[in-house]
């Protein structure tokens, strides 16, 4: 997989300059002015490249000085100073050793390299901002006064080309705005979003933890268990709805199934192996050839298909150290996983199906922007082209059926199948890529997978890989993100605190307590002698969706008063009536 650097490199010899909008073109030359102000500070500063991001910007930098938020405050004097001095962008075109010379006066090192690695004939262009040059394609805005309001943000480390061997970089990130007001919304998304980091709330609300004994893998409390079981009580749900059948397949293979299915050329590095009894194993870390082993079990006629097949197996994946991150990237998981195996003439109707799945789900957890991409076949591809129109035109067709508006991502299809990818905003606007349903020819070509078709003739099926939530783990991470750990009362791992005021009212806890659990709810007795306050406060701390207190009047009437996690009373009402009332809003949906 190509590194980010090598990207760039790619698009210096775009033959076409790239469209961007207008924030996007002042963020990338933002980039160029903060390049600027970090060589008039550290002459000796070796500069990589800088990019826009979908928020902001980064430049890649080697330098001997350490940056940290501290410097934040200089960098940010200097490039306001060349704002002000609204420089213009003049684009230049250049010969390659013009460039090569020009780079090597400089000891700009890694502009040589991108320069080398760059075809003969190739077209080069520079672009000048004061006495600032880059080895850059554009566009830009026309001068450095055109950038408004903008921030440094955090630094991080980056390896030169993504190799591990090679130098490492700092990445200075930041990100600017048409004026500060938009800036201003943006850093207090900043705020709230390091108030949701899932890794802090996950402490705080005891769901998980980590442990040096077993790295970038999770330890799920009860609290935490009980909501990921909820999860997945959700998704079985909708296997029964779809028509789904579950699956338990081995989690450690013969290394010859994953040299069969191409995962050992293509994903060795990625695998957990072992030798045993002078035979080479490996970990799974991924369901699907598996499933093809189930698949060829039998013998199925045309009739029988599809055959859908899901599974919650555990998963594992070699992730370096440095890309792991809490539950969104981890070594250990598993994936609401399935595939559908189908005929050619079913895949329609099949992705339909998957699609209304995915957005059924989606709505479930109240994701409401969702966004649908279609990627298409790539140069280098597995089967015949009129097998992949065919493929193509059934994943449009099924959404164009439903009247759902998708993006093609033309040429990004995988080499043996294209696909359709679901993504989300959270809560921050932040984007997500959740859901995918992705046809595959190859494997069922490896593995030689068959059915009867109506000529009494052997036939290929088509292999859907579907997922809708993705990772159970790094769906919970953005979840609890999403909602800031107020699950809906369904998933809330404590639907019910029940707080009494005093030892007097004790008896009439334990009743309502009871009750309670004997309708299958998930309640708690706070039977502490501590103030009221302090009990409210922490159960409120522990978004508990509803308290209830009792007191006198609630044991003398027989009755409860709920109060909600976000501080609301609601009027007294009989315990049979509450019970019956959460009851329907606990129940997981179907």
């Known amino acids: 997989m190509s590194s980010e650097h090598d990207q760039e490199i790619a698009h210096m010899i775009d033959p076409t300059v790239p469209e961007l909008s207008k924030l996007e073109t002042m963020r990338h ?10 060589k008039q500070l550290w002459p000796a ?7 826009h991001t979908e928020d902001g910007f980064y430049y890649d930098i080697e330098m001997s000085h350490r940056l940290s938020p501290d410097d934040f405050p200089a960098i940010e004097e200097k490039m306001q100073e060349i704002v002000k001095g609204k420089h213009p962008f003049v684009c230049e075109a250049v010969e390659r050793d ?6 090597q006066a400089a000891n700009e090192t890694f502009k040589v390299e991108a320069i080398s690695s760059i075809p003969e004939g190739a077209p080069l262009t520079l672009y000048r901002s004061g006495d600032f040059v880059d080895l850059c394609r554009g566009p830009h805005v026309e001068n450095t006064g055109q950038i408004r309001a903008f921030k440094l943000l955090r630094v991080a480390g980056a390896y030169w080309r993504g190799d591990e061997k090679g130098p490492m970089l700092q990445r200075l990130y930041g990100t600017a705005f048409p004026d500060k007001k938009q800036l201003k919304k943006y850093l207090a998304d900043l705020e709230e979003a390091k108030k949701r980091d899932h890794r802090k709330l996950g402490v705080e609300l005891g769901l998980f933890h980590f442990d040096p004994i077993a790295p970038a893998s999770p330890f799920f409390t009860q609290r935490g268990a009980t909501i990921y079981n909820l999860l997945q009580e959700y998704v079985r749900g909708l296997y029964r709805k779809y028509d789904y059948g579950e699956v338990i397949t081995p989690q450690i293979f013969d290394m010859d199934l994953f040299r069969t299915s191409g995962h050992y050329d293509h994903y060795k590095d990625n695998m957990f192996a072992c030798e045993i009894d002078e035979r080479e194993f490996g970990v799974k870390p991924m369901n699907c050839p598996a499933h093809c082993v189930l698949y060829r079990q039998s013998r199925h006629s045309y009739r029988e298909l599809p055959i859908r097949m899901a599974d919650f197996g555990r998963l594992h994946r070699y992730e370096r150290a440095g890309v792991t991150h809490g539950l969104t990237r981890v070594r250990t998981f598993c994936q609401d996983d399935a595939h559908v195996f189908c005929r050619v003439d079913q895949l ?13 789900t989606y709505e479930v957890f109240g994701f409401e922007d969702v966004e649908i991409e279609i990627s298409t076949r790539p140069e280098s591809y597995l089967g015949e082209l009129e097998t992949w129109e065919r493929a193509e035109q059934a994943l449009a067709g099924a959404l164009e059926r439903q009247n759902i508006d998708y993006k093609i991502n033309a040429g990004d299809g995988a080499f043996y199948g294209p696909k359709i990818d679901f993504g989300v905003r959270d809560a921050l606007r932040r984007p997500w890529q959740l859901g995918t349903c992705q046809l595959d020819f190859q494997l069922p070509e490896r593995f030689g997978l068959e059915y009867v078709d109506s000529d009494d003739a052997r036939s290929r099926p088509v292999m859907i890989h579907r997922a809708m939530l993705g990772s159970l783990e790094r769906f919970f991470g953005v979840y609890l993100e999403h909602t800031a750990g107020k699950f809906p009362t369904w998933l809330a791992p404590v639907q019910i605190a029940i707080l009494p ?7 009439w806890a334990d009743e309502v307590e009871a009750a309670c659990r004997a309708a299958g709810l998930r309640v708690e007795t706070d039977r502490r002698s501590e103030k009221l306050g302090l009990k409210i406060r922490e159960a409120t701390l522990m978004r508990v969706p509803y308290m209830l207190v009792l007191g006198d009047k609630e044991v003398e009437a027989r009755a409860v008063a709920p109060r909600s996690r976000d501080g609301k009373t609601g009027p007294a009402e009989a315990l049979a009536d509450f019970v019956e009332r959460i009851s329907a809003e606990g129940r997981v949906p179907a």
Request: no cysteine; aromatic share 4%; charged share 25%.
């Open 29 to 38: 030359s933002a980039a160029h002015v903060m390049a600027d102000a970090i």
């Open 45 to 51: 500063a070796k500069l990589a490249f800088g990019p």
């Open 98 to 103: 013009a460039a090569v010379e020009l780079f």
């Open 348 to 360: 329609e109707d099949e992705i339909e199906a998957v699609t209304k799945m995915i957005l059924e």
């Open 501 to 507: 005021i005093t030892d007097a009212h004790q008896g």
